[in-house]
T-cell receptor
Framework: NAGVTQTPKFQVLKTGQSMTLQCAQDMNHNSMYWYRQDPGMGLRLIYYSASEGTTDKGEVPNGYNVSRLNKREFSLRLESAAPSQTSVYFC????????????FGSGTQLSVL | SQKIEQNSEALNIQEGKTATLTCNYTNYSPAYLQWYRQDPGRGPVFLLLIRENEKEKRKERLKVTFDTTLKQSLFHITASQPADSATYLCALDTGGGNKLTFGTGTQLKVEL
């Protein structure tokens, strides 16, 4: 049982390049989330998807787009990467919205030069 | 402004002692609070959830308290072990729909 799988694990981009972070869960969860984690800032919510077909902005959505491709997959796209987007990105899922625990992937370490 | 505070300094304790971590918040009225454990290079792992009408929750060696008047949660690990060494994050429900806001975490080191 893989849980939440993120790819890639590491990525280096040049300023202005684009890329998509992939996330898939095999727990049949309805809700999925993208967080970024920076030193001294804690985890911050970028976007979330309460259910298949819906997406909403979180605390720090600027510079990102998301796609809930199907119930299993939720991707995060950086259209024009900036050094300020250097961070560790975590995808998470939960059975539904509400007081549900989150299951996290192992993260993607992204550096933008 | 809304804020969640956890001790930024690492907490060092001896094996066998009880570790107590603090999570304070301002300007929130969360319906529930969660605690997660995070190991280096890994994603957070859920430990416990406590709701606003619950004062205390236990799971094996873990105990969480939630004081909505003080706006504080305490996380206790009894009979601590070196394997408990990790960063512990508190997270609050801050808008419904499981939109959690996380604290910055406290690093716990359990020494032999």
């Amino acid at each position: 049982n893989a849980g939440v799988t993120q790819t890639p694990k590491f990525q280096v981009l040049k300023t202005g390049q684009s890329m998509t972070l992939q996330c898939a869960q095999d727990m049949n969860h309805n809700s999925m989330y993208w967080y970024r984690q920076d030193p001294g800032m804690g985890l911050r919510l970028i976007y979330y998807s309460a259910s298949e077909g819906t997406t909403d902005k979180g605390e720090v959505p600027n510079g990102y787009n998301v796609s809930r491709l199907n119930k299993r997959e939720f991707s995060l796209r950086l259209e024009s990467a900036a050094p300020s987007q250097t961070s560790v990105y975590f995808c998470a899922s939960s059975e539904s919205q509400g007081d549900e625990k989150l299951f996290f992937g192992s993260g993607t370490q992204l550096s933008v030069l | 402004s809304q804020k969640i505070e956890q001790n930024s300094e690492a907490l060092n304790i001896q094996e066998g002692k009880t570790a107590t971590l603090t999570c304070n918040y301002t300007n929130y009225s969360p319906a529930y609070l969660q605690w997660y454990r995070q190991d280096p290079g890994r994603g957070p792992v859920f430990l416990l959830l406590i709701r606003e009408n619950e004062k205390e929750k236990r799971k094996e060696r873990l105990k969480v308290t939630f004081d909505t008047t003080l706006k504080q949660s305490l996380f206790h690990i009894t009979a601590s072990q070196p394997a408990d060494s990790a960063t512990y994050l508190c997270a609050l429900d801050t808008g419904g729909g499981n939109k959690l806001t996380f604290g910055t975490g406290t690093q716990l080191k359990v020494e032999l």
